[in-house]
């Protein structure tokens, strides 16, 4: 059954990479709910890039990393931190697209092995 | 040396610790006690402010709070003979803010008849430095930022540097047992001994890059609390003091991709460490071991330049709207007000920004959609910047008048539209930074742009 990201993430936040570029880490509990992720495909460039409505070539990386059971994206900041009509100088509350995005049940993932 | 144990105590100097964690971190009989003081991540203000002539680089309430910090500190390192080394000193790392920190080591010391060897390291650049290099084509944009022109050098109002473990270390050779620097590379201050005894400088950087943010590596974590890291040959240790938490797989290895881009890659001076190979372990119920760090050195050495402009003064108003009807009237309250706005300060025009933040409809992710209206009540935050404060205040007075006393089909309550809970109602908030430079710069010496004063306490 499809779900919602953060019914199978333990972690999902953001946070500037200086303060030029906002990122984005979801972070599993376990290999299974990880795999699951990363083999719905659903986690892709377009899909932040949807999702944050912003340019494709604004996102500048995105990365699973599965030493931490993690996935990380990066984007850039439409407005550097703490400047004039900034409105997240530590862009901690930048995570909210994340939390509904859906994830498909491994069973029909596009790439299953 | 088997092992060297480093103590973080706080993800910043002034967020506080637990006197518990310390005695707790200083039972485990630490080799140095490391500290973090600050950052880029509350913004340029810092960096780009410029005391006025009665004012120092930091507010009183910030040195109090270092100064509450840095007794427990400095009173526990040297009761142990061990070195105290403290990084991006008052919170930017430019000299006026590296002067702020000795001022506080000095009362302390005068306070308790402390005596001992101390370093400054500097971390500010000259100018006519930089200049140089772009000339030599040996500046380059880090990042989503455009390339460095002579003209944004000027207009910065200071310029640092991020050191790397080499000046610290430089500093440890010559015996210095209390060391304050500016701007540092965060991990610094916490892998330089481990790395000047001969400790693995991948695992020595990794570890360095965990601590350096206090028990926030922990569960529940924090900001204001302790880590303690031990290194040997082949891995590290995390273990927070506190026995109200634990460092687990997942809080380790989430910590590894904290406020950083490229998962695999832990970007620093001098090169990166790869943590493709890491492994992450939890040995018992409250530690997490780590293995397979490993350093890739850069054959060139690039250092990370921070720079802020001024942008202009801003003020602002806060208020909120409980009305219902008003409710269905925020975009027109505010196209309203950018007109009424732009038609008065029309002689401004290109020289000021006026922004609203709409709490309780996006206001902390506007790009987003806001249809919905809100049911209960928003709260606006006007935002005017312009080149000085009192156009700003008057930007931002014009706007908060048009939209209080506007007129829309169905108005009930015609008093007013907003709702202010402070006279006066508009508040000068002083001047706005950007940064303006965030660029690496090329050095043949890993020291060169840090000087280093050793001197008796």
């Known amino acids: 059954m499809a779900t919602a990201l953060k019914n199978i993430a333990q972690i999902i936040r953001s946070k500037n990479a200086g303060p030029f570029e906002l990122t984005l880490d979801v972070l599993f509990s376990n290999r299974e709910d990880f795999e699951r992720a990363q083999k719905s495909g659903v986690l892709s460039a377009q899909t932040i890039a949807e999702l944050y409505q912003v340019e494709i070539e604004d996102v500048l990386s995105v990365h699973f990393f599965a030493p931490a059971w993690a996935f990380k994206a990066t984007i850039v900041r439409k407005i550097s931190s703490g400047t004039a009509g900034d409105f997240d100088v530590f862009g901690a509350q930048q995570h909210a697209p994340l939390l509904d995005l859906e994830i498909p049940a491994l069973d029909h993932a596009p790439d299953k092995m | 040396m088997e092992e060297i144990r480093v103590l973080s105590p706080t993800a910043i100097l002034g967020y506080g610790f637990p006197q518990a964690s310390l005695d707790e971190g200083m039972r485990r009989k630490p080799h140095v006690i490391a500290v973090d003081g600050g950052s880029t991540d509350a913004g340029p203000y810092y960096l780009g402010f410029e005391p006025g002539q009665n004012e120092s680089g930091q507010s009183g309430a910030f040195l109090e709070s270092l100064s509450r910090d840095t007794e427990p500190l400095l009173l526990a390192a040297l009761e142990a003979k061990i070195p105290l080394i403290i990084g991006s000193a008052g919170f930017a790392g430019g000299n006026i803010h590296l002067m702020g920190m000795l001022s506080v080591i000095q009362t302390i010391a005068a306070k308790h008849g402390l005596h001992f060897k101390m370093a400054t390291i500097t971390a500010e650049v000259d100018k006519a430095h930089v200049h140089q290099r772009l000339q030599e084509n040996r500046v380059r944009p880090l990042g989503p930022v455009d390339q460095l022109q002579p003209e944004d050098i000027d207009a910065s109002i200071r310029i640092v540097g991020q050191m790397g473990v080499e000046p610290f270390i430089d500093a440890l050779e010559q015996g210095a047992q209390v060391i304050v620097a500016g701007r540092a590379n965060d991990p610094s201050m916490f892998a330089a001994l481990p790395i000047l005894h001969g400790f693995d400088r991948g695992l020595a950087l990794h570890m360095a890059k965990i601590l350096e943010c206090g028990a926030i590596a922990a569960e529940p974590g924090s900001g204001s609390d302790a880590l303690l890291g031990t290194i040997r040959h082949d891995s590290f240790i995390l273990e ?12 380790v290895a989430a910590h590894s991709l904290y406020e950083k881009s490229d998962p695999y890659k832990l970007l620093g001076p001098g090169g990166y460490v790869d943590l493709s190979a890491s492994r992450f372990e939890e040995i018992n119920e409250r530690s997490v071991m780590v293995n397979g760090s490993r350093f890739v050195k850069d054959p060139e050495c690039w250092i990370k330049l921070e720079g802020a402009s001024l942008v202009g003064y801003r003020t602002i108003a806060v208020s909120g709207i409980h009305d219902p009807v008003g409710l269905t009237q925020i975009d027109h309250f505010i196209e309203s007000a950018h007109e009424a706005v732009n038609d008065k300060f029309s002689d401004l025009r290109g020289k000021f920004q006026l922004h609203f933040h709409v709490y309780g409809r996006n206001g902390v992710m506007p790009e987003f959609d806001a249809s919905v209206i809100p049911q209960n009540e928003v709260g606006i935050v006007i935002e005017a910047v312009a080149e000085s404060q009192a156009q700003a205040t008057s930007i931002c007075a014009h706007a908060r008048t048009v939209i209080l006393h506007l007129g829309f089909p169905g108005r009930v309550s015609t008093a007013g539209n907003l709702a202010f809970p402070f006279s006066p109602l508009d508040i000068p908030a002083g001047p706005v930074y950007r940064f303006n430079m965030y660029h690496l710069i ?16």
């Open chain 2, 240 to 251: 927070p003091l506190n026995p109200e938490r634990r460092c687990t797989r997942t809080s």
């Open chain 2, 442 to 457: 090329q050095e043949d010496d890993p020291c060169a742009l840090f000087n280093t004063n050793v001197f008796e306490v």
